[in-house]
């Protein structure tokens, strides 16, 4: 640290006196320009000597500012030197911390006799989290579950069987805070009477777990979930991360090819089964691999033992699909009582298909429409004008269809549905 301020400062003392001789050109440059200025006024032309001392003086100023700037340079280098020299002394000098624990058991039993008494404490800086492997072969998929560890608890973990918890054990549990919520009744005003306010949102689909946001770390559906390694493992304490087996099993899958023109273009791969590991699969990720070998990596959500699970194998390269829509807002009922929106959805595919394909490909494409929570908004799919129909409309608006395209083939889907509003309605 003592040759570091000894050459930090020799560093300041170069820099105070480049910056002087920087100057000092500076004025030397100024005073040749009014000389020429005072010269070329009474007639006194000296060219070649202006020129010389011209360029002279731009090139010492020129390597003075390359020797400066080359000093500042080393002087912030020497200022982080300094600082970490400063941390590294600060870290010498601190005495190493030290945790000490006792336990004191009190045994009380009516008559003699052995006993095994097992004690439990809780170890910082130990952490998992799930990830999983996915293999897809033909109708068959092999999920297998592992746990990514990280430990520095200053021992290693040799041939230990690994319970693996959800449970946050160091947040204190305690019962959320009330706060004071108050409700005011009040009348409707007339235009408030005559007028009813809607407005369109958006609203994701929960087919799986719930999702608790406010919980860090692993997602386990708001309930604490325990798994175990399937065999004795050893992790070294080096903070790394260390894959543990858990649990492995093969199920039968159905692939699709999926399409949901109104978030992507491209048609992806889903293949869908059934849970069989025998315990909830917590949100993670998933390495996918095919029988090429590894093709990517997605991601699981929270899955119930039994429950249906979709992951996706990544985009199909022959399949596209172009979505086009176009809406039409117009007067119905007797003098125009009513609102009528009409909207035109076309979803255009196509298939780019290799030499020698002659299979038919059956494209799933999924398309949504609103859903009226008000009387007063009425959405009623036009059927006769759509082509073909969906297949399927469920209760969320999710129209379905199944779409076989040959190779080198194209359809086009059109889907029509109308919204129809009161004259009251506002904000539609």
Same mark, same amino acid.
């Given at each position: 640290?003592?040759?570091? /301020?000894?050459?930090?400062?020799?560093?300041?003392?170069?820099? %105070?006196?480049?910056?002087?001789?920087?100057?000092?050109?500076?004025?030397?440059?100024?005073?040749?320009?009014?000389?020429?200025?005072?010269?070329?006024?009474?007639?006194?032309? @000296?060219?070649?000597?202006?020129?010389? /001392?011209?360029?002279?003086?731009?090139? @010492?100023?020129?390597?003075?500012?390359?020797?400066?700037?080359?000093?500042?340079?080393?002087? $912030?280098?020497?200022? $982080?030197?300094?600082?970490?020299?400063?941390?590294?002394?600060?870290?010498?000098?601190?005495?190493?911390?030290?945790?000490?624990?006792?336990?004191?058991?009190?045994?009380?039993?009516?008559?003699?006799?052995?006993?095994?008494?097992?004690?439990?404490?809780?170890?910082?800086?130990?952490?998992?989290?799930?990830?999983?492997?996915?293999?897809?072969?033909?109708?068959?998929?092999?999920?297998?579950?592992?746990?990514?560890?990280?430990?520095?608890?200053?021992?290693?973990?040799?041939?230990?069987?690994?319970?693996?918890?959800?449970?946050?054990?160091?947040?204190?549990?305690?019962?959320?805070?009330?706060? /004071?919520?108050?409700?005011?009744?009040? /009348?409707?005003?007339?235009?408030?009477?005559?007028?009813?306010?809607?407005?369109?949102?958006?609203?994701?689909?929960?087919?799986? #777990?719930?999702? +608790?946001? !406010?919980?860090? =770390?692993?997602?386990?559906? !708001? %309930?604490?979930? $325990?798994?175990?390694?399937?065999? *004795?493992?050893?992790?070294?304490?080096?903070?790394?991360?260390?894959?543990?087996?858990?649990?492995?099993?093969?199920?039968?899958?159905?692939?699709?090819?999926?399409?949901?023109? +109104?978030?992507?273009?491209?048609?992806? +791969?889903?293949?869908?089964? &059934?849970?069989?590991? #025998?315990?909830?699969?917590?949100?993670?990720?998933?390495?996918?691999?095919?029988?090429?070998?590894?093709?990517?990596?997605?991601?699981?959500?929270?899955?119930?033992?039994?429950?249906?699970?979709?992951?996706?194998?990544?985009?199909?390269?022959?399949?596209?699909?172009?979505?086009?829509?176009?809406?039409?807002?117009?007067?119905?009922?007797? #003098?125009?009582?009513?609102?009528?929106?009409?909207?035109?959805?076309?979803?255009?595919?196509?298939?780019?298909?290799?030499? !020698?394909?002659? &299979?038919?490909?059956?494209?799933?494409?999924?398309?949504?429409?609103?859903?009226?929570?008000?009387?007063?908004?009425?959405?009623?799919?036009?059927? +006769?004008?759509?082509? *073909?129909?969906?297949?399927?409309?469920?209760?969320?608006?999710?129209?379905?269809?199944?779409?076989?395209?040959?190779?080198? =083939?194209?359809?086009?889907?059109?889907?029509?549905?109308?919204?129809?509003?009161?004259?009251?309605? &506002?904000?539609?």
């Amino acid at each position: 640290m003592h040759e570091l /301020e000894r050459d930090y400062l020799a560093e300041s003392r170069r820099q %105070e006196r480049l910056e002087a001789r920087l100057a000092l050109l500076g004025q030397l440059a100024a005073d040749l320009l009014r000389e020429i200025g005072e010269g070329a006024g009474v007639g006194e032309l @000296e060219q070649a000597r202006w020129s010389r /001392e011209l360029d002279r003086v731009d090139a @010492e100023r020129e390597s003075y500012g390359e020797q400066l700037r080359a000093s500042r340079l080393r002087a $912030v280098e020497l200022t $982080v030197a300094q600082g970490q020299a400063e941390l590294a002394l600060a870290r010498a000098e601190e005495e190493p911390a030290e945790l000490l624990a006792f336990v004191e058991l009190s045994v009380e039993c009516a008559a003699p006799g052995r006993f095994l008494a097992r004690v439990g404490h809780l170890t910082a800086c130990a952490l998992w989290r799930p990830a999983y492997r996915a293999e897809l072969l033909g109708g068959t998929l092999r999920l297998e579950t592992e746990a990514v560890v990280w430990q520095r608890t200053g021992e290693d973990w040799s041939g230990v069987r690994l319970t693996l918890s959800t449970a946050r054990s160091a947040s204190a549990g305690e019962p959320p805070a009330l706060a /004071e919520d108050r409700l005011v009744l009040r /009348e409707r005003s007339a235009q408030e009477k005559k007028t009813v306010e809607v407005e369109l949102r958006e609203q994701a689909i929960a087919d799986a #777990g719930p999702l +608790e946001p !406010g919980l860090p =770390g692993v997602d386990d559906g !708001g %309930e604490v979930r $325990v798994l175990r390694a399937a065999e *004795p493992v050893t992790v070294p304490s080096d903070g790394r991360a260390h894959r543990v087996p858990v649990s492995a099993f093969e199920t039968a899958a159905r692939s699709e090819f999926a399409a949901a023109p +109104e978030l992507s273009e491209l048609v992806t +791969e889903v293949v869908s089964f &059934a849970n069989a590991s #025998g315990h909830a699969l917590l949100a993670g990720p998933v390495d996918l691999v095919r029988g090429s070998g590894y093709t990517g990596r997605g991601a699981l959500e929270f899955t119930a033992p039994g429950a249906p699970v979709r992951l996706a194998f990544g985009g199909a390269d022959g399949l596209r699909v172009v979505r086009e829509s176009e809406e039409r807002r117009e007067g119905a009922g007797l #003098g125009g009582q009513r609102t009528l929106l009409t909207r035109t959805v076309r979803l255009h595919l196509s298939r780019f298909s290799a030499p !020698g394909e002659d &299979a038919e490909q059956v494209v799933t494409v999924r398309e949504r429409i609103p859903v009226s929570e008000v009387s007063a908004v009425e959405v009623r799919l036009r059927k +006769e004008r759509c082509s *073909p129909p969906p297949d399927e409309l469920d209760a969320d608006g999710i129209a379905r269809w199944e779409v076989p395209l040959p190779p080198g =083939g194209r359809r086009t889907v059109t889907l029509v549905y109308e919204v129809s509003a009161a004259a009251k309605v &506002a904000g539609l």
